[in-house]
Nanobody
């Protein structure tokens, strides 16, 4: 069992930065693949970034490459999403997710079996 709690969302002007945090409880965190997804009003939940259990590999959706960085601290059971050069189109509810299962591809929501409640990120132009 893994419980996830996101924090760090808010309102920021275009070009600004935010760092999202996702605190996890449960002994399986250090072996879980962690991901960030987002969902804008009227749109489907979309993949943002994922990181392997060791932090050795990361993957990003094309629209955030070079601007967002996912990282994790297994000693603190926390995963982060540093978001720089934010754009209005980044506005969404951001969700942290954990997968304790094996998949070849972690870029779709069905690969994850634990989800946080979400945190709102609003980027004004």
């Amino acid at each position: 069992q893994v419980q996830l709690v996101e924090s760090g969302g808010g309102l920021v002007q275009a070009g600004g930065s935010l760092r999202l945090s996702c605190a996890a409880s449960g002994r399986t965190f250090s072996s879980a693949v962690m991901g960030w997804f987002r969902q804008a009003p009227g749109k489907e939940r979309e993949f943002v970034a994922t990181i392997t259990w060791s932090g050795g590999s990361t993957y990003y959706t094309d629209s955030v490459k070079g601007r967002f960085t996912i990282s994790r601290d297994n000693a603190k059971s926390t995963v982060y999403l540093q978001m720089n050069s934010l754009k209005p189109e980044d506005t969404a509810v951001y969700y942290c997710a954990a997968s304790t299962n094996y998949y070849l591809d972690y870029r779709f929501p069905g690969a994850y079996n634990y989800w946080g409640q979400g945190t709102q990120v609003t980027v004004s132009s």
